[in-house]
């Protein structure tokens, strides 16, 4: 047995995030599927609440995903970190959206490409993330994103994403980033990837998923790609860090 263990942990890891969870009642035929996926919640949604406690129930990794000012004109949603903020508003709007997916066991960015630029909004945001030991995957939504920089200052764990599964909505689009995925996961052994509930994705993923095993790639939850020294809490089992004035 313990043979089998060593062989699987030689095998390259993948890990597919599941973004945007919270708006469709669909959703949830994602969490049900029998596959290690990680559910990315987005605070004050429809479904949100109810999306990310079946999730926990099925043991699943659920994660808060986070609004962060973009840099173009959208709007990233309700609770959105906005580079105006102080410290104290950017600490209460993390605390209130984490109240709102308390099962949350760490944060990624939704939109954010001009919110995760700006140094002191990331410094603010990384200290508060260090309080509550939770985790952050940054989304990479740019090329100038500070969230690296500042969860090293903190302590903060941080992965990045390094694909986009779909983008393109398409079978043959989705199946080249999934190729994509997995050549970057034989090289560096790990490899992190971002979804959305699309009908195309879920049918996709229910499609291939189960032939990674023939390919020598194994799918896990996010959680197994964190160093073993990050403890691992949901953000419900963590009192809720205000900070000072």
């Known amino acids: 047995m313990s043979l089998n263990i060593q ?35 987005l605070p004050y949604t429809p479904y949100g609440q109810s999306a990310a406690r079946y999730a926990f129930q099925a043991q699943k990794d659920v994660m808060l995903h986070m609004p962060m000012q973009a840099s173009n004109s959208k709007q990233p949603g309700p609770g959105a970190l906005t580079a105006d903020m102080s410290r104290q508003q950017v600490h209460k709007a993390l605390q209130l959206a984490l109240a709102d997916i308390p099962y949350a066991i760490g944060i990624n960015n939704h939109m954010g490409s001009y919110y995760t630029a700006q140094e002191q909004p990331m410094a603010w945001a990384m200290e508060y993330l260090q309080k509550r030991h939770l985790f952050f995957v940054d989304s990479l939504t740019t090329a100038q994103s500070k969230a690296g920089k500042y969860a090293q200052q903190y302590g903060v764990t941080n992965l990045s994403r390094q694909v986009f599964l779909d983008n393109e909505q398409t079978e043959a689009a989705i199946s080249k980033q999934f190729e994509t995925l997995l050549r970057i996961a034989r090289k560096r052994q790990t490899a992190i990837a971002i979804a959305h509930p699309y009908p195309e994705t879920y049918t996709f993923l229910r499609k291939n998923l189960p032939k990674l095993q023939e390919q020598g790639i194994v799918l896990v939850s996010i959680t197994q790609l964190l160093p073993q020294s990050h403890n691992v809490i949901a953000a419900g089992f963590t009192a809720p860090a205000s900070s000072a004035p």
């Open 7 to 41: 062989a699987a942990d030689n095998k390259p890891r993948i890990a597919i995030i599941i973004d945007d969870i919270g708006y469709h009642k669909a959703d949830l035929k994602l969490i049900d599927l029998p596959f290690a996926l990680t559910f990315s919640v």
